[in-house]
T-cell receptor, first 117, second 115 residues
Framework: AQKVTQAQTEISVVEKEDVTLDCVYETRDTTYYLFWYKQPPSGELVFLIR??????QNEISGRYSWNFQKSTSSFNFTITASQVVDSAVYFC??????????????FGQGTTLQVKP | GAGVSQTPSNKVTEKGKYVELRCDPI?????LYWYRQSLGQGPEFLIY????????DSGLPNDRFFAVRPEGSVSTLKIQRTERGDSAVYLC?????????????FGPGTRLTVL
């Protein structure tokens, strides 16, 4: 089965706190891509990062960092020194790349992050 | 450059009516996807186009749903005999090439409400 689980439905933090959003995935494919998208109150999904299954290096982009661990099938997302503008719903998504797949994304349920001033 | 655009942004219709939702992908993107997002859920795949042809329509819930992309650019999602359960945000995404390797960029969505 291909599945993405975001166990945290809602997280609330105070501005400047660090916060980690969890993502666990299931796939039988040996090659796949993982994504994180942000959905602010305006509703549009904003691409944050893409990572392929062969690259387990952690990535940092400004206040954002991602920890990919193939051994635990997890692709967690950390926001350092959170800001009110980070308030949004965050989605983790999986794209298996077997021959039968057409690039469709399998999304988790999303985690709603509220950052309070 | 311009992103993915979708029209209308909101559509309210009555049960049993026919609706069309339009998606204009990023220029030059060959792959186009439709997803449906119900309240409090992640987007769910509906259909995928490579060029003009629907390469994967496995996500369409039933035969009331149909989509076209006649010239390989703009796509229209058509829903016949709408039902209240069709109420959701319909998202369109495009990517430069076809495969699971490429990033999909999403439009703002069309919020469909069936009364």
């Amino acid at each position: 089965a291909q599945k993405v689980t975001q166990a945290q439905t809602e997280i609330s933090v105070v501005e400047k706190e660090d916060v980690t959003l969890d993502c666990v995935y299931e796939t039988r494919d040996t090659t796949y891509y993982l994504f994180w998208y942000k959905q602010p109150p305006s509703g549009e999904l904003v691409f944050l990062i893409r990572r392929n299954s062969f690259d387990e290096q952690n990535e940092i982009s400004g206040r954002y960092s991602w920890n990919f661990q193939k051994s635990t099938s997890s692709f967690n997302f950390t926001i350092t020194a959170s800001q009110v503008v980070d308030s949004a719903v965050y989605f983790c998504a999986l794209s298996p790349t077997s021959s039968s797949n057409t690039g469709k994304l399998i999304f988790g349920q999303g985690t709603t992050l509220q950052v309070k001033p | 450059g311009a992103g993915v655009s979708q029209t209308p942004s909101n559509k309210v219709t009555e049960k049993g009516k026919y609706v069309e939702l339009r998606c204009d992908p990023i220029s030059g993107h060959t792959a186009l996807y439709w997803y449906r997002q119900s309240l409090g859920q992640g987007p769910e795949f509906l259909i995928y186009f490579q060029g003009t042809g629907a390469a994967d329509d496995s996500g369409l819930p039933n035969d009331r749903f149909f989509a076209v992309r006649p010239e390989g650019s703009v796509s229209t999602l058509k829903i016949q005999r709408t039902e209240r359960g069709d109420s959701a945000v319909y998202l369109c995404a495009s990517s430069l090439v076809t495969s699971g390797t490429d990033t999909q960029y999403f439009g703002p969505g069309t919020r469909l409400t069936v009364l």
